[in-house]
């Protein structure tokens, strides 16, 4: 393990050995709904909260890959969760059945990539054998606690995304075979004034553009040495916006794609500018992008989850809204990458 710069580079390059996605009722409406492992079309679960329900999804989602790959939850060293709720409840509270050291998290939608990031971290290093990230996000939950509630009926803005109600879980390993994280950036917190709570893309564009650029900046590769780059959910105002900022430092993305435009169909679901949401990543990644690298319709690709760092509570303050993003560098594995 090496780091450059803001990249940790792995030596020994940590194993995707299985992973899961489960979905709600507006993600089994979209274009990846046949790649879900689970899709509950009640978003209650049969709970009396939203906040339950979304632990559901997080249990779900863990319990569904570990049996993918045949493991049980004894055989993890450590859980790197997150999610959206106050102090990351729906993370902490699916991890009441999980009898694992479990590490909470808060990146807001860039949990995905940092969870990952940091289990490969502790894998390579020999800390832990094997190691689990997961993150999770529910749409009402999200409404209610940074918005309003949905039966105040408000009017959603074009720049609006539409939180996923769904949530992705990742255990890496360090055998031979499958999908590789080849490296981490992880990213820093930038603010560039942004203070329309419905209009997060431009909150958290800055922050993917300098990830980026740091990234490149590392490992001196090009957008072109990659298959596909994603982003975790800038949606339709945060991609174009990205697109103007790299341009800026001479750096364009012809194979750029985002998880928020990819988990909904923008022109038919009424989402909006796209999907958000720390289970917006999270979903893609372990029910699209994980298995093109496993089956080889891709090689190798950067995929950036990015989050906005804001709180009920400080955008209530007039604050505005930090930015921040985590870059993953991921590859099929295969022998002479």
Not at 130 to 152: D, G, I, K, N, V
Not at 311 to 321: A, R
Request: glycine share 12%; aromatic share 8%.
């Amino acid at each position: 393990m090496r780091r450059k710069g803001d990249t940790v580079l792995f030596d020994r390059p940590p194993r995707a050995a299985a992973w899961a996605a489960v979905g709600g009722k507006k993600e089994s409406e979209g274009p990846l709904a046949d790649a879900f492992d689970l899709l509950l079309t009640d978003a209650s679960c049969g709970e009396k909260s939203w906040e339950k329900a979304e632990s559901d999804f997080a249990r779900y989602t863990l319990e569904a890959a570990l049996k993918k790959g045949g493991l049980s939850a004894a055989e993890l060293d450590g859980v790197f969760a997150g999610d959206l709720e106050f102090q990351c409840t729906a993370s902490a509270y699916a991890m009441r059945g999980f009898d694992v050291p479990y590490l909470g998290l808060y990146g807001a939608c860039s949990t995905m990539a940092e969870g990952v990031g940091l289990a490969a971290c502790m894998v390579e290093g020999g800390a832990m054998r094997r190691a689990a990230a997961m993150a999770s996000s529910h749409f009402c939950a999200a409404e209610r606690q940074f918005r309003t509630p949905l039966m105040y009926g408000g009017k959603r803005t074009p720049t609006a995304q539409w939180t996923v109600t769904g949530a992705g879980a990742l255990v890496l390993d360090a055998a031979p075979g499958g999908p590789r994280v080849q490296a981490v950036t992880f990213g820093r917190v930038r603010d560039y004034n942004v203070t329309d709570i419905n209009n997060m893309g431009a909150a958290m564009a800055p922050a993917a553009c300098e990830t980026i650029l740091n990234y490149l900046a590392d490992t001196g590769r090009t957008p072109e040495d990659f298959d596909a780059v994603y982003t975790g959910d800038l949606g339709l105002v945060g991609s174009r916006l990205l697109a103007q900022l790299l341009e800026r430092e001479g750096v364009r993305l012809p194979n750029h794609q985002d998880c928020g435009l990819l988990v909904y169909s923008v022109d038919s679901q009424n989402v909006q500018a796209g999907g958000s949401g720390a289970g917006c990543s999270a979903a893609v990644l372990c029910c699209h992008v994980l298995p093109l690298l496993a089956e080889g319709q891709l090689r190798r690709v950067l995929f950036l989850s990015t989050g906005a760092l804001m709180s009920q509570t400080t955008f209530l303050q007039g604050e505005s809204i930090p930015g921040i993003a985590h870059l993953l560098e991921l590859s099929s594995g295969e022998e002479g990458q």
